[in-house]
């Protein structure tokens, strides 16, 4: 007997099943007599949010995992992960959520910025490095989410119908490879795949992904996906999260009880549990794990945003000439970048280095202009011309950096839900002219708002009829305008009140938009300041009613009129260097107009000062890209995120992202450049590597990504893509340096899924590639097939 069997020997029905329900928002209850300590869960790919949200109690934001898929290097997203790990620990959580490895099979969903790539394989890879990174330091991982939750449009409900081989060769691959790597712990997803809700899918989560991969981890619910008590029992999930709403608890008790459900089947789930309490280190006798060294979070999230970087045209504006340029800055989120995307992927930042910050920190010269602004609320407040932003919840206070706070979870201050009844933010706004001055209130809740001696506000931004959390979504917005003189202070004061026991999440922000020139005034502004510097960065990108959890995008259009003021800036300077702030792809019409396109994604919070470096040189731009961009968006060729009668087909099979491509992109799976250029001198197979020599031929070290494809030269009994990734590496090399990498061309690459993996035997193509439209040298091979 091992020692988890024997202290499950020593637990009540009630207790073992206590152990599978969520005790509150994040954690499970801990069984003292048995030395287990409550396990405790948290948010997400990108940063450890912790049980609260709390501003008081900040996370490192790493740029979002479509930035570090955009890096290619595994070893990267070890580093990513240990950083998180180490995050974890600080912040007494045990397990991760994360990461997300439902592939890009379209750009329209609203998750998009959180997935890693459109390729099986390169996702498997970072969420491996990543997992292994995380683990390091004895904390756990869930990979989710299992599986087909790749877009959000009734992503609780609709029935994803996803064909045998499409499952096995794409959507499970990232699943498999991570189970197969030694991942603790799976998310299941909210929809159902082919006619099984997947909190209580057995086919998936107990056949393939227990006992045929042999996984021996915990698999948790998505937060309130479980919904039958027995169906989730036999199902093969073993913890249900999180309290609210849950099934389990004494419900299961009582189906073991009366017979719906065999004992073994929860005791199983209970080891499982226990397993991962001695990994993470929350059950006594079991050896803790030594971390590894502890590394400086803000190196980490600045190394990352240069290595994703994607440079996706470069005229030779790029690097820029020196630190004595004029240099324009353009652009809303310039000065307020989206440093990460919307959801449950959130985490409040220490600190964030706008575009903007980065830029005047390293140029002598620096001008700034909004250009366009295509944020739909009001940003929140921030600058000299407020006082302190303090915030009273009664009987705690505490101050923030801007006019905006949310939780989610347990509340500041170590506070109960049911001690909050108030939210006070208190002000005072010292006006730097006179004129209108346009206020407003977003989030959710019921809301007074006061500006010197006028109430502008009294009521409800609580539609009846919505949920909580889609209000956390989708929150609303209330505008007023007051006029206000130059130089007089005044006290700007808004309370939101709290129904009793609904305070366990909140999102308020106070916006202000002072007198100013009207949108064409402003994109004037901005072609004038360009026009007379040397260079114009303009950034542009998405907005939080764009990408986010929850629902879909509807275009990939840039929001707002910033395609206009990129046109308009590029007509009277011509170094105007574009940079797009997106977690996912964005159409970019003006792309062959402009000196240069860099692909920055949601860089996380050294934003600016990894794009300083990269301006000037100092760093290479790292990417490529980890998905296709499409130059129309009727070009991709998946764009379907609308169920029809509760359910979606992925007809397209295993022809997505570009094994489905047909149109020439505008930028191409796997593309970027870099400062420096490659010449690959060699490529061979020896066994089952794909061995390169390549040499950095031109005048500065460089970074190059080095990647394999595969092609069958003839048609076999299954029909196949064109071509696909089988193996890549990241190497470095100094000017006129030759290096040698060797890439494993696993297995699996020459497979396909027909009943069971079978390998397709003849003659293949094998490209050593700098992109999927660069290829640089090819060579021939026989593969032999498998029995
Ligand atoms: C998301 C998960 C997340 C969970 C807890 C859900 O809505 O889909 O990815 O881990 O919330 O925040």
């Not at 005790?23 to 940063?47: K, N, T, Y």
């Not at 009521?459 to 889609?470: C, E, M, N």
């Not at 910033?562 to 105007?576: F, H, I, M």
């Not at 494993?744 to 700098?770: C, I, K, M, S």
């Amino acid at each position: 007997m091992t020692d988890i069997d024997h202290l499950l020997d020593r637990l009540t029905l009630d207790e073992k099943v206590s152990l599978l329900t969520g005790q509150d928002f994040w954690s499970l209850p801990a069984i003292p007599h048995i030395g287990l300590r409550s396990l405790v869960m948290s948010d997400g790919p990108v940063g450890v949010r912790g049980t609260g949200w709390a501003p008081e109690d900040p996370s490192i934001a790493l740029p979002s995992p479509t930035a570090l898929a955009a890096s290619w290097d595994p070893e990267l997203a070890a580093e990513a992960g240990r950083l998180l790990g180490q995050e974890a620990r600080r912040k007494g959580v045990h397990v991760v959520l994360g990461p997300t490895v439902n592939l890009h099979r379209t750009p329209l969903n609203g998750r998009h910025f959180e997935c890693y790539s459109e390729d099986p394989l390169l996702t498997g890879e970072i969420a491996v490095g990543f997992v292994r990174g995380v683990q390091e330091h004895g904390v756990g991982t869930t990979v989710k989410h299992l599986v087909g939750n790749d877009f959000e449009t009734d992503r609780m409900t609709v029935d994803v119908r996803i064909p045998e081989r499409a499952l096995r060769e794409l959507y499970l691959a990232p699943f498999e490879r991570v189970a197969e790597a030694g991942g603790w712990g799976v998310m299941s997803a909210y929809n159902a795949v082919n006619g099984e809700s997947m909190a209580q899918n057995g086919r998936l989560q107990d056949e393939i992904l227990k006992r045929e991969w042999g996984f021996d981890g915990v698999v948790v619910s998505d937060w309130r996906a479980a919904r039958d008590t027995v169906g989730a029992a036999l199902g093969g999930l073993d913890i249900a999260m999180p309290a609210m709403d849950n099934p389990w608890g004494p419900a299961l008790a009582e189906a073991v009880r009366s017979g719906q459900v065999p004992v073994e089947v929860i005791d199983d789930k209970v080891r499982r549990v226990l397993r991962l309490a001695a990994r993470v280190g929350a059950l006594d006798g079991f050896p803790a794990v030594t971390p590894p060294a502890t590394v400086d979070g803000a190196a980490v999230a600045h190394r990352v945003a240069a290595r994703s970087f994607v440079l996706a045209r470069n005229d030779g504006v790029l690097p820029l000439a020196g630190r004595h340029l004029r240099v324009a800055v353009i652009g809303a989120l310039a000065q307020d970048a989206r440093v990460l995307g919307g959801g449950s992927a959130q985490v409040v930042p220490p600190h964030v280095i706008s575009p903007l910050d980065g830029i005047r920190a390293v140029f002598d010269e620096v001008g700034y202009a909004i250009g366009a602004d295509p944020r739909p609320f009001l940003p929140a407040a921030q600058g000299p011309e407020w006082s302190t932003f303090r915030i009273d919840l009664g009987t705690y206070r505490f101050e923030v950096p801007t006019a905006a706070v949310r939780w989610l979870g347990d509340p500041p201050g170590g506070l109960a839900v049911h001690d909050i009844t108030q939210l006070e933010l208190s002000t005072t706004y010292t006006p730097p002219v006179a004129g209108e001055h346009v206020f407003a209130i977003s989030g959710f809740g019921t809301f007074e708002l006061t500006v010197g001696d006028q109430k502008l506000y009294q009521g409800s931004l609580h539609p009846p009829g919505t949920g909580r959390a889609d209000l956390l979504l989708h929150p609303r917005e209330q505008r007023f305008t007051v006029t206000l003189p130059a130089g007089e202070p005044v006290a700007v004061t808004l309370r939101q009140s709290f129904e009793p026991g609904t305070a366990h999440s909140a999102g308020t922000t106070l916006g202000l938009r002072p007198p100013g020139p009207d949108a064409d005034g402003l994109i004037a502004e901005a072609v004038a300041l360009a026009a007379r510097s040397d260079v114009a960065v303009v950034v542009v990108g998405t907005t939080e009613q764009v990408e986010s959890e929850g629902f879909d995008r509807t275009s990939l259009a840039l929001p707002g009129r910033q395609d206009e003021l990129v046109a308009r800036v590029a007509a009277v300077n011509p170094r105007t260097v574009v940079v797009v702030n997106a977690g996912s792809p964005v159409l970019l019409p003006w792309a062959d107009e402009v000196a240069a396109v860099l692909l920055t994604w949601f860089p996380g919070q050294e934003a600016g000062a990894a794009l300083a470096a990269v301006l000037l040189g100092e760093e290479e731009p790292g990417g490529r890209l980890p998905t296709t961009w499409p130059r129309r968006e009727a070009d991709c060729p998946v764009l379907a995120v609308e169920p029809r009668d509760g359910f979606l087909a992925y007809d397209e099979g295993v022809l997505i992202g570009y094994r489905g491509w047909k149109e020439r992109p505008l930028y191409a799976f796997g593309s970027g450049l870099g400062y420096t250029t490659w010449a690959y001198d060699h490529l061979v197979v020896e066994a089952d590597e794909a061995v390169v020599t390549l040499t950095n031929s031109g005048e500065r070290a460089g970074r190059e990504v080095v990647q394999i494809y595969l092609a069958p030269l003839q048609n076999g009994p299954v029909p196949r893509p064109e071509r696909w990734l089988a193996g890549f590496a990241p190497v470095e090399a100094g000017p006129g340096e030759t290096v040698t990498v060797r890439i494993r061309l696993p297995e699996r690459a020459f497979q396909v899924w027909d009943d069971g993996w079978r390998t397709l035997p003849g003659r293949y193509a094998v490209t050593a590639a700098h992109a999927l439209d660069d290829p640089r040298r090819t060579i021939e091979i026989e593969k032999k097939g498998s029995a």
